[in-house]
């Protein structure tokens, strides 16, 4: 048996790559299965591990598969970096690494009796997709549920065998926008703030989830305040250097707060002072 | 619609809403509702700009032709916003295609007739050149972060 990531939380376990799926150009999905038995793999939607290449690195990568599927890790990783190029390259059979999972989660529960708005831009629909599996599995807990999804081209379009079946069932209302347009699309081109203003909310028993690039979350929450949503019901996804996962280290601090620790998930008011600090 | 009702249409519409009573008829003397279905073009690049549209519902593309790419969808409009405003401005060209994505509902300016109304009624003129210059802003900044690529950023190591 092996340690419990709670016992020891620096050590990475061993996990065997079980697939790969291309997803769009760069991003892939692997699902990783331990390779000795240590009981369920636990995870809160919002959570992240620590993926690691022995020998070259390790990078925090968001949980993206469903918390109710104990056996397995899915993670969705674009390769921009030298451990994710490495990632790239590895196939299924190959050991990596994992640590985790780390970090707070998304507000499901006080979202439970609302309307629900989830925000995502690239590839936070990745870190988004276990809040839409919960969401999914407990459908009757919430009421109008949107996903408003920005993507960089109809190419960069994740998952999009789940969004049209999530979008056919009437289980989610999806909007999704690309900033550039090309042949075959007929869809929006434009940022996802400006979907915002056409959805039917009640702004008073509303919940927002947002994830993506951090000037897309500050844009998004600005729009979301003009649709009355008020800042303590809006929770940002950040993303920093995060290195250890425990707070000890201390590469993603963020004013007071630790990002592996404290988050990834915020309210906005708890955020708020330290976004766009230049110096941070 | 009677002049009635889009007096009381433009009354209630964003775009309108801050404009005293009796601008709001002159404006709407200018306008009528119409309909438009898919693939209908609004504008066409190159052509006398002589309409705005403001719409009600639906959506519009902004297009541009490539010579070698083809229609290119630089932006999409939607309900409470304007397509057009080259025929503020000279030589009164339309500068893009605005095509019709989805059933869409607006309403229709005789923009040629209704800037020569200007003239007469230069505090409507500024009014409404404020408010366009405020749907260029948005436009212009939404162009701003699109070009900063937002989604091609990662940190991941």
Request: proline share 7%; with cysteine.
């Amino acid at each position: 048996m092996g340690a419990s990531p709670a016992i020891r939380p620096m050590t990475p376990r061993p996990f065997r790559i079980e697939a790969v799926r291309p997803e769009t150009p760069n991003v892939f999905t692997w699902t990783l299965r331990p390779t000795q038995e240590d009981g369920p793999l636990v995870f809160q939607p919002g959570q992240f591990n620590m993926l690691s290449i022995f020998g070259v690195g390790e990078v925090p990568i968001s949980v993206s598969g469903d918390a109710e599927q104990s056996e397995i890790w899915v993670h969705t990783i674009r390769s921009v970096g030298t451990v994710t190029q490495v990632m790239e390259t590895k196939k299924a059979g190959e050991i990596v690494g994992v640590r985790g999972p780390f970090g707070n989660t998304w507000p499901l529960q006080a979202a439970e009796g609302c309307d629900v708005v989830l925000a995502v831009g690239g590839l936070g629909l990745a870190p988004m997709r276990p809040t839409i599996y919960h969401v999914l599995h407990h459908r009757e807990r919430y009421k109008r549920v949107y996903l408003l999804y920005g993507a960089r081209t109809p190419k960069d379009i994740l998952y999009p065998d789940e969004l049209k079946a999530w979008s056919e069932s009437g289980a989610l209302d999806i909007r999704t926008t690309v900033d550039v347009g090309m042949d075959g699309w007929d869809g929006e081109v434009g940022l996802v703030t400006d979907l915002i203003s056409d959805i039917r909310i009640d702004p008073y028993h509303s919940i927002a989830m947002v994830c993506g690039p951090e000037i897309m979350m500050h844009f998004t929450a600005k729009a979301l305040f003009h649709r009355r949503i008020a800042p303590a019901r809006i929770f940002l996804s950040m993303e920093r250097s995060m290195r250890c996962g425990t707070g000890w280290c201390g590469h993603c601090q963020l004013g007071p707060t630790f990002l592996c620790k404290d988050g990834p998930v915020y309210d906005y008011p708890s955020i708020q002072p330290w976004l766009h600090k230049r110096e941070l | 619609m009677t002049p009635q009702d889009l007096k009381a249409f433009l009354a209630e519409h964003p775009f309108f809403s801050t404009l005293p009573a009796e601008d709001l008829a002159i404006m709407a003397s200018y306008a009528e509702y119409a309909n438009f279905a898919v693939g209908d073009i609004l504008l066409r690049e190159g052509q006398q700009a002589t309409r705005f549209y403001v719409l009600r519902e639906g959506s519009v593309a902004i297009d541009v032709h490539h010579p070698a790419r083809g229609l290119i969808t630089l932006m999409t409009v939607g309900k409470g916003d304007v397509v057009g405003w080259s025929w503020l401005l000279e030589p009164y060209l339309s500068q893009f295609d605005a095509r019709v994505l989805r059933p869409t509902k607006a309403l229709v300016f005789d923009a040629v007739a209704l800037r020569a109304s200007f003239e007469q009624h230069p505090a409507l003129g500024y009014a409404v050149t404020r408010k366009l210059l405020a749907q260029v802003t948005k436009r212009l900044y939404a162009a701003r972060i699109q070009l900063l690529d937002l989604y091609g950023i990662s940190n991941n190591p």
